[in-house]
């Protein structure tokens, strides 16, 4: 059985299989076992409609009767008025690092009143199984913006943010912080759990 994450971010991997509660329904390497994930303009403007993209695009490299996960994760800050959103990856421009991304953030968060840096990390996960049958998870979990980065681990907006759980980040760059998309999937409706879509793949 395969399981593929449909990415180009080599830390996604990593997320998903921290979650994954058995090693069998660990996602499989994309760049050792298929070359890569093709390029997928994300043109729809919704999370899920992303995510169905990179899932399609993943699904004609695969293996046939290979199941392909796709996840879009998204910062949202209260005073941007849900802002970056859907744009997390490209908020500083097309080709925008995430170093990049963290410093418009945190350039557009000086005029909030700290009262007001609350931001929800929001993860959409949707599947395809080997028959085509579509599935989607959402999870969300909260924190808040700081006013520098802190730690050098982490990826995307993690370094410039701390979850609800915490009042900050580990200070000590050699300790990996929680990263917010892998705590926002945790809660959502059993992605992973036994009876959830893990379970389905297993009984496969």
């Keep these: 059985m395969d399981i593929f994450l449909a990415t180009g971010n080599a830390h996604k991997p990593r997320n998903s299989a921290a979650c994954s ?80 991304n963290r410093v418009k953030l945190l350039e557009a968060m000086k005029k909030a009143p700290r009262t007001n840096a609350a931001r929800a990390s929001n993860a959409t996960c949707s599947s395809s199984d080997p028959n085509g049958v579509d599935m989607k998870f959402v999870g969300q979990c909260w924190g808040r913006i700081l006013e520098a980065e802190v730690g050098t681990e982490g990826f995307g907006y993690d370094r410039s943010s701390s979850l609800a759980a915490s009042t900050r980040p580990s200070e000590n760059s050699n300790h990996r912080p929680r990263t917010s998309s892998a705590t926002a999937l945790k809660p959502s409706p059993n992605w992973l759990s036994d009876e959830g879509l893990i379970a389905r793949v297993l009984k496969w």
């Design 21 to 100: 509660p058995k090693p069998a329904s660990r996602p499989r390497p994309v760049r050792q076992e298929l070359g890569g994930m093709p390029y997928v303009d994300e043109y729809t403007g919704t999370f899920t409609g992303n995510c169905r993209l990179k899932a399609e695009a993943l699904q004609r490299i695969a293996p046939p009767k290979s199941w392909i996960l796709a996840l879009t994760v998204a910062s949202a800050a209260t005073h941007l008025q849900g802002g970056p959103g859907v744009d997390s990856a490209v908020y500083a421009g097309p080709k925008a690092t995430d170093a990049e």
